[in-house]
């Protein structure tokens, strides 16, 4: 899924929201995430997972085709880790992935 699908899918699934509205939430977000693991800051969305940075040293490196030496400049490189909702949700099969009710709507059944 792309950008552009996501921001269609979610106008589609709230009509009372104009499409350019929902393209800028999007974008607010993306860039929020951004914004934030340039600071160095981590990002955390429960029941999705987090983003970090992790920093990549410098290194000598080879080039593959004339196994040259090849000075690499250390880096800072984003990085994500999923979490375990969502890693069991991908590992289950379809028939039996069931939608989680929030917790005020179980509370009002019990």
Do not use: C, W
């Amino acid at each position: 899924m792309i950008k552009s699908e996501l921001v269609l899918k979610i106008a589609e699934q709230n009509p009372h929201l104009y499409q350019r509205d929902v393209e800028n939430i999007v974008n607010s977000i993306l860039n929020e995430i951004t914004s934030a693991l340039a600071n160095g800051d981590r990002v955390e969305l429960r029941g999705f997972g987090a983003f970090s940075t992790k920093k990549r040293e410098p290194r000598i490196g080879r080039n593959p085709r004339t196994g040259e030496q090849v000075d690499i400049t250390g880096k800072v490189v984003p990085s994500f880790k999923q979490s375990k909702d969502m890693k069991a949700r991908l590992n289950m099969e379809p028939e039996k992935v069931q939608k989680k009710t929030p917790s005020k709507e179980r509370a009002k059944s019990a």
